[in-house]
């Protein structure tokens, strides 16, 4: 029997990290080796385990990465732009796989990125659930199918603490739809609507974004056309789902080549 692939949770104490350590502890062919806070963080020295419900699990929480990666096989990563960039260094040196959930990231941090990903396994996704990654594929092929007669509005809405907008995931399925159109996403863009705005542009993708409550995550790709709309979309109610997808992709990436890969690559749907 092989042995469990050893893991660490960066950002171990926010909402993320904690779901992400409980997930490690149910799941099979992974064990939890590290977790990583920020210094001064009150939740330093504490077990990882016991601070995230999931029973004593002997592993501390530290503001040192370097040695706690030496010792890993992967690094679970969703903080922030950042600190993300840094830990992609980090487990580049370390030759460890880097899962990254983060959202928010700029070109530079995902040129950053990318050429951490010369020296180890990274997979990188706006959004790591099963169904949404299944979700961006249909909407793609949807774009492509129904042409510029249909016009493409985004909708998510999230919990009252998330600092990006559009949301990675919303960002992701724009991405989708605009190469099912073979458009450049920036290019066609539309984030805010306000005032006279005139009519809307052919070949838009616009995006909405509401943000209030405890809403994990929703999101729907409307293709509107002359008399009909098709609605495409995906509800989280449990963010342990993008923990689990998370350690599919750890798994996934473990003993592989080094390079950039999303979650279409771990589930096989790419292209």
Not at 122 to 140: D, E, P
Request: net charge negative; proline share 4%.
């Amino acid at each position: 029997m092989s042995e469990p692939m050893r893991l660490v949770v960066v950002g171990a104490g926010g909402r993320m990290g904690q779901t992400l350590i409980r997930a490690i502890a149910a799941s099979e062919g992974v064990v939890l080796s590290g977790a990583v806070e920020q210094p001064g963080s009150p939740h330093l020295g504490r077990d990882a385990g016991l601070a995230a419900g999931a029973g004593e699990s002997g592993v501390i929480i530290s503001d040192d990465p370097l040695p706690v990666f030496a010792k890993a096989d992967g690094v679970l990563d969703f903080t922030v732009p950042k600190a993300t960039v840094q830990f992609a260094g980090y487990a580049a040196q370390a030759h460890v796989v880097h899962v990254i959930g983060t959202t928010g990231c700029s070109a530079e941090d995902d040129a950053r990125i990318l050429a951490a990903a010369r020296h180890t396994p990274i997979v990188k996704s706006g959004n790591m659930s099963i169904g949404v990654n299944l979700l961006a594929v249909l909407a793609k092929q949807a774009a492509m199918a129904l042409g510029e007669d249909f016009d493409i509005e985004i909708l998510e809405m999230h919990h009252r603490h998330k600092v990006d907008a559009p949301s990675g995931t919303a960002l992701l399925l724009g991405e989708a739809v605009a190469e099912g159109r073979a458009f450049d996403l920036a290019r066609h863009s539309v984030r805010v609507r306000d005032g006279h705005t005139g009519p809307r542009p052919q070949g838009a993708i616009g995006f909405a974004t509401l943000r209030g409550g405890s809403v994990v995550g929703d999101h729907s790709v409307i293709l509107a056309g002359q008399g009909e709309r098709i609605v495409l979309s995906h509800h989280a109610e449990d963010r342990s789902l993008f923990a689990r997808g998370a350690i599919r992709a750890a798994l996934w990436a473990h003993g592989g080549k080094n390079g950039l890969y999303s979650m279409l690559d771990v589930l096989g749907l790419k292209g």
